[in-house]
């Protein structure tokens, strides 16, 4: 146990109130008022360009904010250098002395600032990351997931009242990733102080956060706990960028406690509190449900589903098995290319490319969005990085 674990939650708050940044005639993040609790992890979600990384350097004070204001803890730093907040930032990079050992890469914090005893602190930061046994060794014999310990360990030494992480895993491969991501949370656990996550990795940030912002656009799409954002998306952009969505176009055809829909010549059922746009009657709303909600039955057995599922059927286009699971997609008269994942418990051998299917699922389990939103929002052919390249191009110019 180190010295940060006394009360539960010793971290401090952050609290945006109208920030903006802007280079030139590109606006990279739009004004945007965000609190963040203290003690909590939160991470700030989004693709290339939407503003996740120049809204975390606004907060350390390596942007200067267009407007707006940034408090930690309640006090007003926006005009304080990043030297004088009490943040500490881990990039991507690490950027960890290559001539120094992993002891001395963590003392440096504390030697910079005239401490004269740093042994204690150092070897609790070490045990703190589990490297206590690579104390003398140089940054270059250690693997990456470790490097990224020893950037966690150099910077919480310093005793921030907030962590910033830069796509700390970014540089990792897959295991090693999510195998980290358990250590961020552990060690975010044990010290108790406030974490701000930029990740564009949607499995990172609901793996760690407590609190989720989704960013598109220079704006915040939607904020909240993964699994609400997950469950009760609020945008088609948060739908498609948070895992996969079926989206379907439906007329309304009745509205009450639940909301009654049809789409081709099927009738399908949403409960009202699913909806997050205004159902009315002869307008049309989009229907979603992800792929692992939906269940798939050869057409042959369509009379065992049972009574009060959605259902609508469709021809199986094409299947990938994957080990855990087998991922269909299927073209139905409601719409084309419906993907569903099926766990490999029991295997239908029918249920292959042409086969006749019915899918169906627990009205409870979908969620209805405005029809006006572009279906596409927040897939991977619509986050490109046009956004911050040009950003990137402005400040150049003006630097």
Same mark, same amino acid.
């Given at each position: 146990m180190?010295a940060f674990a006394?009360?539960g939650?010793?971290?401090?708050?952050v609290?945006?109130?109208?920030?903006?940044k802007a280079?030139?005639?590109?606006t990279?993040v739009?004004?945007?008022d965000?609190?963040?609790?203290?003690?909590?992890f939160f991470?700030?979600?989004?693709a290339?360009?939407?503003g996740?990384?120049?809204?975390l350097?606004m907060?350390?004070g390596?942007?200067?904010?267009t407007?707006?204001?940034?408090?930690?803890?309640?006090?007003?730093?926006?005009?304080l250098?990043?030297?004088?907040?009490?943040?500490?930032?881990?990039?991507?990079?690490?950027?960890l002395f290559?001539?120094l050992d992993?002891?001395?890469?963590v003392?440096?914090?504390?030697r910079?600032r005239?401490?004269?005893s740093?042994r204690?602190?150092?070897?609790e930061m070490?045990?703190?990351?589990?490297?206590?046994?690579?104390a003398?060794?140089?940054?270059?014999?250690l693997?990456?997931?470790?490097q990224?310990r020893?950037?966690?360990?150099?910077?919480?030494?310093?005793?921030?009242?907030?962590?910033?992480?830069?796509e700390?895993?970014?540089?990792?491969d897959?295991?090693?990733?999510r195998?980290?991501?358990?250590?961020?949370?552990?060690?975010?656990?044990?010290?108790g102080?406030t974490?701000?996550?930029?990740?564009?990795?949607?499995e990172?940030a609901?793996?760690?956060?407590?609190?989720?912002a989704v960013m598109?656009?220079?704006?915040?799409e939607?904020m909240?706990?993964?699994?609400?954002?997950y469950e009760t998306?609020r945008?088609?952009?948060?739908?498609n960028?948070?895992?996969? #969505?079926? *989206?379907?176009?439906?007329?309304v055809?009745?509205t009450? =406690?639940?909301? /009654?829909?049809?789409?081709? !010549?099927?009738? $399908?059922?949403?409960p009202g509190?699913r909806c997050?746009?205004t159902?009315?009657?002869g307008?049309?709303?989009?229907?979603?449900i992800?792929?692992?909600k939906i269940?798939?039955?050869?057409?042959?057995d369509?009379g065992t589903?049972?009574?009060?599922?959605?259902?609508?059927a469709g021809?199986?286009a094409?299947?990938?098995?994957i080990?855990v699971?087998?991922?269909?997609?299927v073209?139905s008269?409601?719409? #084309?290319? *419906?993907?569903?994942?099926?766990?490999?418990i029991?295997? =239908?051998?029918? /249920?292959?490319?042409?086969? !006749?299917v019915? $899918?169906h699922?627990?009205?409870d389990?979908?969620?209805?969005?405005?029809a006006?939103?572009?279906?596409?929002a927040?897939?991977p052919?619509?986050?490109?990085t046009?956004?911050?390249e040009?950003?990137?191009?402005?400040?150049?110019?003006?630097?």
């Amino acid at each position: 146990m180190t010295a940060f674990a006394t009360t539960g939650s010793n971290g401090t708050d952050v609290r945006l109130t109208g920030i903006s940044k802007a280079y030139g005639d590109v606006t990279a993040v739009h004004p945007l008022d965000l609190s963040v609790p203290a003690g909590s992890f939160f991470a700030l979600l989004g693709a290339s360009g939407c503003g996740k990384t120049t809204t975390l350097r606004m907060i350390a004070g390596l942007e200067e904010p267009t407007t707006g204001t940034v408090e930690l803890g309640g006090r007003d730093v926006t005009a304080l250098p990043p030297y004088k907040r009490p943040v500490n930032t881990v990039f991507q990079s690490y950027a960890l002395f290559p001539h120094l050992d992993i002891y001395e890469n963590v003392a440096f914090g504390l030697r910079r600032r005239g401490v004269k005893s740093v042994r204690k602190q150092v070897d609790e930061m070490l045990d703190l990351v589990q490297l206590g046994d690579y104390a003398r060794r140089k940054p270059q014999q250690l693997s990456g997931g470790q490097q990224q310990r020893v950037a966690v360990a150099r910077a919480l030494i310093n005793h921030p009242d907030v962590l910033l992480l830069d796509e700390p895993l970014g540089a990792l491969d897959l295991k090693l990733r999510r195998q980290m991501q358990l250590e961020l949370k552990r060690i975010q656990t044990e010290v108790g102080i406030t974490f701000i996550h930029v990740t564009h990795d949607q499995e990172e940030a609901m793996t760690m956060a407590d609190t989720v912002a989704v960013m598109n656009a220079g704006r915040v799409e939607q904020m909240g706990a993964p699994a609400d954002l997950y469950e009760t998306p609020r945008t088609t952009f948060v739908a498609n960028f948070l895992g996969t #969505s079926n *989206l379907i176009a439906a007329d309304v055809v009745g509205t009450g =406690d639940d909301v /009654l829909l049809r789409v081709s !010549d099927t009738k $399908l059922t949403l409960p009202g509190t699913r909806c997050t746009a205004t159902a009315r009657v002869g307008e049309k709303l989009l229907v979603g449900i992800r792929p692992e909600k939906i269940t798939l039955t050869h057409a042959d057995d369509a009379g065992t589903i049972a009574d009060g599922r959605n259902r609508l059927a469709g021809r199986i286009a094409q299947s990938s098995f994957i080990g855990v699971s087998t991922q269909y997609l299927v073209d139905s008269p409601a719409a #084309s290319g *419906l993907s569903v994942y099926e766990q490999n418990i029991e295997r =239908d051998p029918r /249920l292959v490319p042409g086969a !006749d299917v019915v $899918l169906h699922w627990n009205p409870d389990h979908g969620f209805g969005l405005d029809a006006a939103q572009a279906v596409t929002a927040g897939t991977p052919d619509e986050t490109g990085t046009d956004l911050v390249e040009a950003g990137i191009d402005a400040r150049e110019a003006a630097t």
